[in-house]
């Protein structure tokens, strides 16, 4: 197949109405270079037309561009190598989103959703010589408030309502986290593709044997040939690698000769012995590679190879297990792989850019990246986003990191009727096709928070079994009956649930499904230390808001509005109530923060002290075989879209902020837990390791200056793939009256602290820090810490671009700290902690 990817001589201009389209489009002046793939926002940018929307208020400048409409235009060459005997087809992999596409004057195409990838066999339509594609998108937002008058107005949280009627990303429309900025354009590549036959799709749903000694590898592919010259002599190879690139066996399978035009061949291969695929953590990442070339045989040359598609496949059993418990009611909602328990921990994915086109590969991989590095094994890519790009889904599969993906619907009570199902059904099988075969997918969700929307307006009855299009929770339809049923027909190893949060008659019941926990922050804003109380079988969102790091805030602020309440910093904070709720919060642990380093300081010590007592308290509840209570607690929310206060742990430009520190700690393949009790102390081990571990239980207890009060030290023993209660430790925090008194713990194998869990006296404003004399070593780029009195929330800062082994740490006297600072090079390291 040959492919010419049209990215280049591309024009754009908003569309004047004073012209008839066809006048607009004839009209030489006004247009402007613009990027393809890419959006007007970027095309605009690029030619100084508006400021930066990511700067200061330049957000409520550039609300005009979503109320208009755009066109765009190219003029491009046939190119030489299409022979007239091939077929030839248009391929838009991504419209954003009311598009109408002429070529040479000639409609091709209507197309109104995001995420439908459009293929249009253009025929004779295409001229020899020059050619002209025109686009129109008309304005997303006019066209939702048409199918919201028409339909009725439903309701949502976050964004205009009217999004609900469009099948663009939700996000777009503003979210609490998020610019309102509805861009339009040709968001993914526009490619011509010409061939004589051609490979249309590759499938291959592997199935491994329950005793992990086999897989078969059930190959189908579907091939079609031109219909005006039918092709001969077809052949198709197929091959399997194994990881190490070496030929597993292949085979060739001859094709029928045309007249028929379409047909689908098979063949099953069988891997013994196979290489599994695990989570990291758990195992390696070796990956298959299957190869499907579709070729002509030549009498006396070499077969001309007409297509070749290639997956890159892990073998590795998955299931889902939802099963009794013996010590709690309701069920687990329990990830296995290759038949072993996972504890996921980790992360929601949103679009990492208001503006798609411009997220880099590199940024991509950066971002998983971050992710694995902060021991997370599994992301979710959440539903008021996009479908990720491949190269997302292709590094979470090399670094191991499971992926739980909603369909795109979130926080709304969507529409069903028969076109908006059409619509659907083509977007779900697009999505489907495309990413099943990754190792890394483990869950496909019916959407995010419409069941919990539904179940505020009280219009969810989870016994129902009508027609749900009746109700006024229409899209049921979707998420209980079309989707199900297209992942059943295309993807039948993977198990799909209806929403996030679902299970039970209240859609967040803590005891079945999956749970998202805004006790905290949201709802009643509990305090974060009641985390623990307020877990799920599966916490797939909690979170708590912090400031992005003084870097980032630099690059949207003017040096005047550098200060926490100014109009720039509150603009730059989505939520509802956000700065409010973060005033609660700071209030309730800190003394007041004074100025903005302070401020920055202190809510990113609040989100890590939150964040780490939530996956804390709900990982010490993954007990064991029928005592799995909790075995999921993804951070709300990993990444942003645009530098913002909001809950991400890491901001827009890839800064962790300290909470990020804490989940790589509270993530490891063994942790130490320790917790209030009435005798002083209780604590636990997790470990997610396969094998039983000997280690060295060590306690202390010391006074804010630095006296040890107790200590204790004991054998213990960590079975695998669970939380191990270790007891109580007996602590007389009133023995000496009102001193404070801090207790640590540290587990050692062999002579290694291999985890530490520090429990202080709180609220933290309550206690008069003294200096902890902290003592800094420095060589190249090892740092050793020491301190004479208990320091908490360490946070180690030394400009851009150094990765930290760890951070954001608490010290404690005798317990020297090394940690590795990649990227510093020469330069010194700036310690601040509270106090
Ligand atoms: C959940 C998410 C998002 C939202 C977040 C914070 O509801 O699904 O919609 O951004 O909480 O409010």
Redesign the pocket.
């Known amino acids: 197949m040959k492919q010419h990817i049209l990215s280049t001589n591309w024009q754009f201009k908003e569309r004047d109405p004073a012209h008839s389209l066809s006048e607009d489009f004839a009209l030489t002046e006004d247009w402007l270079p613009a990027n393809v793939p890419g959006t007007v926002h970027q095309a605009l940018l690029t030619a100084g037309r508006i400021p930066d929307p990511f700067i200061g208020l330049n957000e409520n400048e550039v609300q005009w561009i979503g109320e208009r409409d755009w066109l765009y235009r190219c003029q491009f060459d046939r190119p030489s190598d299409i022979d007239a005997a091939d077929t030839v087809a248009l391929c838009f992999d991504g419209l954003d989103t009311f598009a109408t596409v002429w070529l040479n004057g000639q409609e091709l195409l209507v197309s109104d959703n995001m995420f439908v990838p459009q293929r249009i066999e253009v025929g004779t339509l295409l001229r020899a010589g020059a050619n002209e594609l025109q686009i129109r998108f008309e304005s997303a937002l006019e066209q939702g408030k048409a199918r919201e008058r028409a339909h009725g107005a439903l309701q949502v ?2 964004g205009d309502a009217s999004r609900v009627y469009v099948r663009k990303a939700q996000y777009h429309y503003g ?3 998020g610019p309102v900025l509805l861009t339009a354009g040709p968001w993914r590549a526009v490619r011509l593709e010409a061939y004589s036959a051609r490979i249309r799709e590759l499938h291959c749903p592997v199935v491994i044997a329950p005793d992990l000694q086999s897989a078969t590898l059930p190959v189908s592919i579907a091939i079609e040939q031109s219909a005006h010259t039918p092709t001969t002599n077809v052949i198709m190879h197929l091959a399997i690698y194994n990881p190490a690139g070496e030929l597993v066996d292949a085979i060739r399978l001859s094709i029928a000769d045309a007249p028929t035009m379409a047909q689908t061949v098979h063949h099953t291969f069988t891997v013994t012995s196979p290489e599994l695929w695990w989570p990291r953590g758990y195992g390696e990442q070796p990956l298959y590679r299957l190869v499907a070339t579709l070729s002509q045989e030549a009498a006396e040359s070499d077969p001309d190879v007409l297509d070749r598609h290639a997956l890159r496949l892990g073998l590795r059993q998955l299931q889902l297990r939802q099963a009794p418990l013996d010590n709690a009611p309701g069920t687990t909602f329990l990830f296995e792989i290759n038949h072993t328990p996972i504890f996921c921990g980790g992360a ?1 994915w949103i679009p990492a850019d208001s503006f798609l086109p411009r997220i880099t590969p590199e940024q991509y991989r950066a971002w998983v990246k971050l992710a694995a590095d902060a021991n997370m094994t599994m992301l979710r890519v ?1 539903g ?1 986003g996009i479908y990720e790009e491949d190269v997302f889904y292709d590094a979470c599969d090399e670094l191991g990191l499971l992926v739980w993906q909603d369909f795109m619907f ?2 709304g009570i969507y529409p069903a009727y028969p076109d908006f199902q059409v619509s659907v059904r083509a977007e779900a099988e697009a999505a489907v096709r495309r990413l099943r075969h990754h190792p890394c997918l483990v869950l496909w969700a019916g959407n ?2 419409d069941y ?1 929307i539904a179940h505020s307006l009280r219009v969810y009855d989870a016994d129902f079994t009508g027609d749900f299009t009746t109700t006024a929770f229409p899209a049921r339809a979707l998420y209980e009956q079309l989707l199900p049923e297209i992942c059943a027909a295309l993807d039948p190893t993977h198990p799909y649930w209806p929403g996030s949060p679902y299970g039970g008659a209240d859609p967040n019941d803590s005891t079945s499904g999956d749970r ?1 926990t ?1 006790d905290v ?2 709802g009643r804003m509990a305090p974060y230390q009641d985390y623990p109380k307020f877990g799920g079988r599966f916490v797939s ?1 909690f ?1 708590m808001q912090a400031l992005p790091v003084r870097a980032t805030i630099e690059t949207f602020a003017a040096t005047a509005e550098r200060y926490a309440e100014s109009r720039t910093l509150e603009h730059h904070n989505k ?1 509802t109530d956000g700065p409010r709720r973060l005033a609660v919060y700071l209030n309730d642990t800190l003394r007041a923060p004074t100025d903005l380093d302070d401020m920055i300081y202190g809510s990113q010590l609040v989100q890590a002290e939150a964040v780490g007592a939530a996956i804390r308290g709900w990982r010490r509840r993954f007990g064991g075989p029928g005592r799995y209570a909790v075995a999921g607690a993804l951070v ?2 990993l990444n942003d879209c645009w530098p913002v206060t909001s ?1 991400a742990v890491v901001d827009y430009l890839l800064h962790p902020k300290p909470a990020y520190y804490v989940i790589m700690r509270e993530l490891a393949s063994l942790v130490v837990g320790l917790a209030k009790a009435e005798s002083g102390a209780t604590v636990w081990a997790v470990s997610s390791l396969g094998v039983r571990m000997e280690a060295e239980l060590w306690l202390n207890v010391w006074t804010l200056e630095g006296e040890l009060v107790t200590s204790a030290q004991r054998p213990v023993t960590l079975p695998p793939h669970q939380a191990t209660e270790l007891g109580d430790f007996q602590v007389d925090f009133q023995a000496n009256g009102d001193v404070p008194l801090v207790v640590s713990a540290r587990l050692l194998v062999g002579d290694i602290v291999v985890c530490r869990a520090v429990l202080w006296p709180e609220p933290f404003k309550y206690l008069t820090l003294p200096d902890p004399e902290i003592e800094l070593g420095q060589e190249q780029e090892i740092l050793q810490l020491r301190a004479k009195r208990p320091a908490k929330g360490v946070w180690i800062s030394g400009g851009e671009g150094v990765t930290w082994s760890d951070n954001m740490v608490d010290l404690l006297p005798d317990d020297e700290q090394i940690i590795v600072a990649r990227g510093l090079g020469e330069r010194p390291v700036h310690l601040r902690w509270l106090h």
């Open positions: 949280w976050n979210w609490d986290w929601n959440w008021g979130g926080c995010n928070e919990s998202h805004w922050w949201h969102e979170g939520a709300w929310q809950w």
